[in-house]
């Protein structure tokens, strides 16, 4: 908290209000309105919170208007660049990089949690074939405190480690459950000699009649996915997984939580609806019809994979997907991929128009993650279960932070009432 203060003046009373201002490390100075109700009997109205700082966090920070990402101080291009997924959940979840002794027993632990309890497994047959992978998976996880209960008491540091470890261990294998369910194929058993993507390719796309050899660009590709999704501070997702964990309920219900805020087309279901789209699209001949479409305000088509709240310039993410893209091609997939081409010329098309560039709408994170999912094979409707494995570790670093503050308090947000005022019941003859 600084000396400062902000003032606010009732425009009818003429009485003021005297506001502390709090300063972060990073980004835009932050009136605390925490008392404005108790002293003032004045609400904030922020609907969407477009203006709203509804925690104090450490973890992440976005700079939206210079697309700047950092994980606990460090830009992401060099993540990306340098680091591993596990090294990078280390940091988010702990605040500094591990020390290689740090980073094995962290690595070892997650590899040795990577199994279900067979019981969850049977769950799966419940579900029917078709049933959406993402769909299953939110059940499935909301179920794991069923399993471990005895685990589950959140003033407890062992057992929010464990929490920790077994959720972030588990998750690939629970989505490659769903996966396989859909498919009709015998569940793979992690391997725990693998790392953490490529024993997830193996649980993907192993038969147990066929030797299988995870390929190494399709293994570093989803990684550097991995470390690209891993967090987005206070995001639709992350922000419910912080309220549902407000209440105390235990940190597995929190998550199945986030998990079912982020499957929406708005948040990570914009994954799978990119490729919907680049395939309703077609071919290069029908971008400007479906531009067109997009700019139209009757119609309720938009372009996905475009635009974002916080990303008011390219998301630096998107930059180094798109890269990925001819590299991952180029291996294992066609590289003059006629989806891939499609989605390079609608960026462009889309990048030159003035509706894009007057609503500051670029490409984000989720505008070619679904190609180089597609390229290793993943089906469309596994793109947000992806999205949801690789978030896991940013939903726990801020249920983490959550539990561990010290005024934390129950999340409970007050609304600007337009219903009816005070009336008299009216009896039912009488209506
Ligand atoms: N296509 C066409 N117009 C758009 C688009 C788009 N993709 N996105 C925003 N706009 C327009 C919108 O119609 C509005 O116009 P106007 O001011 O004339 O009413 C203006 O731009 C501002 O949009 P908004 O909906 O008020 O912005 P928001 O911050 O509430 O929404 C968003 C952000 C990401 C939900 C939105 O841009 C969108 O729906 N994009 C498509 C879905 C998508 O790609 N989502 C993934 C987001 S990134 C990953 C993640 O969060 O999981």
């Known amino acids: 908290m600084t000396n400062k203060i902000y003032q606010l003046t009732h425009p009818e009373t003429g009485k003021t209000a005297s506001l502390p201002v709090r300063e972060p490390t990073l980004g835009p100075t932050v009136v605390d309105i925490g008392a404005l109700y108790r002293d003032h009997g004045l609400f904030t109205f922020d609907p969407g919170f477009a203006a709203t700082a509804s925690c104090e966090s450490a973890i992440t920070y976005i700079d939206g208007d210079e697309g700047v990402l950092l994980y606990r101080g460090y830009p992401v291009e060099q993540l990306a660049e340098n680091s591993r997924f596990i090294e990078v959940a280390y940091l988010l979840l702990y605040g500094e990089l591990p020390t290689a002794e740090q980073l094995a027993t962290f690595e070892r632990s997650i590899r040795m949690h990577t199994m279900l309890h067979e019981s969850l497994l049977r769950f799966f047959n419940g579900f029917h074939y078709n049933a959406h992978p993402m769909a299953m998976v939110t059940g499935v996880v909301a179920s794991m405190s069923a399993f471990y209960h005895d685990t589950t008491n959140i003033k407890n540091p062992a057992h929010i480690d464990i929490f920790a470890h077994r959720i972030i261990a588990k998750l690939p294998t629970i989505a490659a459950a769903a996966y396989k369910h859909s498919l009709g194929q015998p569940f793979m058993y992690p391997q725990n000699h693998l790392d953490y993507c490529s024993n997830m390719l193996h649980m993907y796309f192993a038969v147990p009649a066929e030797a299988y050899q995870v390929n190494e660009v399709a293994a570093r590709a989803l990684d550097l996915l991995f470390i690209l999704h891993a967090d987005h501070e206070q995001n639709c997702s992350t922000s419910t997984v912080r309220l549902a964990g407000s209440s105390g309920t235990n940190p597995y219900s929190a998550i199945a939580a986030g998990i079912s805020a982020l499957w929406g087309p708005a948040h990570g279901g914009a994954n799978e609806a990119v490729l919907t789209m680049l395939n ?152």
Not at 359 to 370: A, E, I, M, T
Not at 373 to 380: D, M, N
Request: some cysteine; hydrophobic content about 40%.
């Open 280 to 431: 309703e699209i077609g071919s290069v001949r029908n971008i400007e019809k479906f531009v067109a479409k997009a700019k139209d305000r009757d119609d309720p088509f938009r372009l996905m994979g475009f635009g974002h709240r916080v990303y008011k310039n390219f998301d630096p993410r998107a930059k180094l997907i798109r890269k990925m893209c001819h590299e991952v091609l180029e291996e294992l997939g066609d590289p003059n991929d006629p989806l891939f081409e499609l989605a390079l010329r609608l960026e462009e098309v889309a990048l030159k128009d003035d509706y894009f560039i007057e609503k500051k709408l670029y490409p984000n994170v989720d505008f070619y993650s679904g190609i180089i999912y597609r390229a290793l094979g993943i089906p469309v409707s596994m793109f947000t279960v992806m999205f949801a494995i690789a978030r896991t570790v940013g939903w726990v670093a801020h249920w983490m932070e959550m539990n561990a503050d010290p005024n934390g308090r129950i999340g409970r947000p007050r609304q600007l009432y337009t219903g009816p005022a005070q009336r008299d019941y009216v009896p039912l003859d009488a209506r």
